[in-house]
């Protein structure tokens, strides 16, 4: 079967998260590259946009001579571009377009979307313009680099478009380069994470409910019309786990064409002496700034967990997280001390100036900060949610309470002037990880977290969670690396027991145990790799380009 696929020659890839580190469409597409670049060399581009126009983008190095003449005559077409590479494994060609001329022509483009496709926009808000216009900046760029590059070969060429913000572009391609094969990639419905989001539940009654009634109630008929409108007229539409492909075919009234499950790699993993070094590193300076800021001592086996993700506060299980560790430092039965780090970004001023002049020394403090549950200063305090709670549960990490609590609110990118270690050098340091979500389309943070050997609880309502399980053949249990537990709209006070008696089932094991599941964990994490994902693109690419060659034989 697979030697009769149609495979691409060429492929371009627009995101809003191209050398704009976002989210997890980051990691997606920054952990695939390589993989599909050594398939294609420099003909995958990456196409993303310029928000770093006359300044020094880390994640990009521009190249002045790649395409030059192309580059120069895109330029007279009012296509501003700098081409270069992407500074992630594999260094693939990338794209950075500058949308920013097209909003004065919005009105009419936007006119020409309902006109061609009935994609509403008359509701649109917030940050609907500046992703429709990267996204129509993005198809032009397609138009531009085809007709200069390979209309005149015999190339099969795919476009794939991520997100609602990229929908503008493939409807463009769609429209006016019909011999590009098109793929558009939701990796979450917009209305359906606003369900959620806004506290109603969505999954008992998917089945009842319309996405365009409820993109109407929501507030959300602009994105959700760009969504559903691109996900019916592309040549195949995809999303990325099982849970989200019935969510589109309820929400968006679209089944999906393919499930493109969500890989990683582990190249940058430590391993051997290395990895333990690293784990070694991590867990001190987690300790030490718990130190600093409780002035609490804490000895070698204090377990040390977390969750982390973005601020979602139901929808990533943050509530349930909070709940669950309240409830922990009840337990009689806790046989070991406990750090929980809420790993979120948040609104944040700034790092504690009292906490940097802590750190300053490496030493053991004795005496609290105040508020000794927050490593950097935000701008909003009164109203920030994991604060509210931690006032909630009268958390004061009192040396009493053997569940210590931390938040940190930043982005964990090296230079965040508390702990000046990546996500990644910190996250090899815990011995548990929690990511209770009630909406979660596939889960890179569980992933991650095995991939680094930390035995994660994730729940069956992620898409990495249903996967887990589907690996196991039944129930995934914490032994097995990771436990999966059971979810639903209603079970809110299950899911933080649960979470309470996994913690305590892994703080009462020893060494060989943990090790057990720790390997595990890593174990499960070689089977989510590239290598083993990149198949179901290949069916994607498939699809899409069958559509594309019965176009051209109608030409």
């Not at 993700?309 to 406990?338: C, S, T």
């Not at 504690?352 to 020394?361: A, P, S």
């Not at 979810?487 to 145990?513: E, F, G």
């Amino acid at each position: 079967m697979d030697n009769e696929r149609i495979v691409p020659t060429f492929v371009f890839e627009a995101s809003w998260e191209v050398c704009n580190k976002v989210g997890g469409i980051y990691t997606v597409l920054s952990t695939r590259a390589k993989t599909l670049q050594q398939r294609l060399h420099d003909r995958l581009v990456f196409i993303g946009p310029d928000f770093w126009c006359g300044k020094e983008n880390p994640l990009f190095q521009e190249d002045t001579t790649m395409w030059q003449p192309w580059v120069k005559k895109a330029k007279t077409e009012g296509i501003s571009v700098r081409a270069g590479r992407w500074n992630i494994p594999g260094r693939p060609c990338v794209i950075l377009v500058d949308f920013k001329p097209y909003f004065v022509a919005k009105d009419r483009l936007y006119g020409e979307a309902w006109a061609d496709f009935g994609v509403e926009s008359l509701h649109a808000y917030g940050d609907y313009d500046e992703a429709s216009m990267f996204a129509y900046a993005s198809g032009r760029v397609v138009e531009s680099y085809y007709s200069f590059f390979l209309r005149r070969r015999e190339e099969r060429v795919v476009f794939q478009a991520h997100e609602w913000m990229t929908g503008l572009g493939a409807l463009y391609v769609k429209k006016h380069v019909p011999a590009i094969a098109t793929i558009f990639t939701t990796h979450a419905t917009s209305i359906g994470r606003s369900i959620a989001g806004n506290n109603k539940p969505l999954y008992d009654y998917l089945y009842a409910y319309n996405g365009n009634q409820m993109a109407a109630e929501l507030n959300m008929e602009a994105k959700h019309s760009i969504e559903r409108q691109t996900a019916h007229n592309v040549d195949c539409f995809t999303t990325v786990s099982d849970v989200t492909a019935r969510e589109c075919e309820e929400l968006l009234d679209k089944r999906c064409d393919a499930i493109l499950m969500n890989g990683f790699e582990n190249d940058f993993v430590p391993t051997g002496s290395a990895f333990t070094s690293a784990r070694m590193k991590a867990r001190h300076q987690l300790l030490r700034v718990a130190n600093a800021l409780t002035g609490c001592a804490f000895p070698d086996d204090t377990l040390i967990l977390a969750t982390s993700g973005r601020y979602e506060f139901k929808n990533k299980g943050i509530d349930v997280f909070l709940e669950a560790m309240h409830r922990l430092d009840w337990q009689q039965d806790l046989q070991r001390p406990v750090v929980a780090f809420v790993e979120v970004p948040a609104w944040v001023a700034g790092p504690r100036l009292d906490l940097q002049n802590r750190l300053v020394e490496d030493k053991v403090y004795d005496i609290p900060l105040p508020m000794p549950f927050l490593t950097h200063n935000l701008n909003d305090m009164p109203n920030d949610k994991v604060l509210g709670s931690l006032r909630w549960f009268n958390k004061s990490n009192l040396p009493a309470e053997r569940v210590k609590i931390i938040f940190v609110p930043c982005y964990l990118d090296g230079q965040d002037g508390i702990f000046n270690m990546s996500y990644y050098d910190l996250l090899i340091g815990n011995d548990l990880s929690v990511y209770a979500s009630y909406y979660e389309p596939w889960g890179y943070t569980p992933l991650e977290s095995v991939a680094f050997h930390v035995p994660t609880v994730t729940t069956s309502l992620s898409g990495f969670g249903m996967w887990a399980n589907k690996i196991k053949g039944d129930g995934s249990h914490l032994i097995d690396g990771t436990e999966v537990i059971l979810r639903t709209d209603y079970n809110y006070d299950d899911v933080a027991n649960a979470i309470v008696q996994s913690v305590l089932q892994y703080a009462s094991w020893d060494k060989s145990i943990a090790s057990k599941a720790r390997r595990n964990a890593a174990s499960l994490a070689q089977k989510a790799l590239w290598k083993n994902f990149i198949q179901y693109y290949d069916e994607a690419y498939d699809i899409a380009l069958q559509k594309a060659e019965l176009r051209k034989e109608r030409m």
